[in-house]
């Protein structure tokens, strides 16, 4: 993987071009850097997913699957699989993808930072299944990283700590192990694979560009704050994903004075978008997006499923 990742950045770095536009501008890749990053997330698809269902709860209008598989690295991946009662023989699904320092459990909190239960239930209510995992090194996952990854959400106050992952390798596994995913919904005889989308949030935001340009069986996404503070590492920014979209419909939804991409570098990278499936929407907000996000995005994105 080393060696991979060496390889990748020497190709890509003397491809990198600035747009003269604004200096809020993200530097985008040249066409050929940008196939080659897309190929970094390949992965082997003959390992045994070894899945099971580990947690089954029974709610009035739905039914919770605990599901756990095997992930790229081998690692166990944990997640939750919620099917509405009363749904299509098969279902179309949505991935709920958290942030940074969030978990799967975020989709089961009314309220909170995400407003991840509002968005959770109106998609359920549609009549759309939820699947989301925890990213590495969080959630279940956690012990992985010696319990370092704080939880900003609940305390944005808290000091520092080490962490043995890079940014980069939590992103990019996740991205990896959400595929795998993809390939355990792929034998459920109760999911739709011909309506799979996404709905992500901060760093979830970033996987919704980078999961949809990598993996073609995504339909339509939703990207929730999608950060451009780490612009600087290629493979971490978002407007190098954005071409192998495709006209597949995505919609942003960001915060006006977002210190991770405020409205000047959220029009820009929106604008990076064929145009005709998107939308852009702002909010008088910083990361925190008010819940009115939900009522914008979960009907735009069913509609399009």
Known sequence: MKKLTFLLLAALIPILT???????????????????????????????LEDRIVERKEYNASIREKIVFRGVRGAMVPGYLEIPKGA???????????????????????GGYLSGGNARKALLEAGYAV????AQAH???????????????????APPRKN??????????TIRDYRRGIDYLATRSDIDMARIGIVGYSMG?????????????????????????????PILNPANYVHAIGDRPFMMAQGKEDPLCNEAQSKILYSL???????????????????????????????RL
């Open 18 to 48: 600035a747009t003269a536009e604004s200096p809020a501008a993200p530097p985008v890749l040249g066409a050929e850097a940008q196939g080659l990053l897309t190929s970094f997330y390949d992965y082997d698809a003959t390992i045994p």
């Open 88 to 110: 299509q023989a098969s279902a179309p699904c949505v991935l709920l993808i958290h942030g940074w320092s969030g978990s799967k459990e975020s989709w089961w909190k009314d």
């Open 131 to 134: 699947f989301a995992l925890d």
């Open 139 to 157: 959630g279940d996952r956690i012990a992985e990283n010696d319990y370092h990854v704080v939880n900003l959400y609940e305390d944005p106050n």
């Open 164 to 173: 043995y992952f890079t940014l980069r390798d939590i992103i990019t596994q």
């Open 205 to 233: 935001g970033f996987h919704a560009v980078s999961l949809t340009a990598v993996e073609p069986r995504i339909k339509a996404s939703v990207g929730c704050v999608v950060p451009v503070s780490w612009q600087e590492d």
């Open 273 to 303: 978008f064929p145009k005709g499936n998107t939308r852009l929407v702002l909010y008088d907000s910083e990361h925190k997006l008010p819940v009115d996000w939900v009522a914008d995005a979960i009907p735009w994105l069913t509609d």
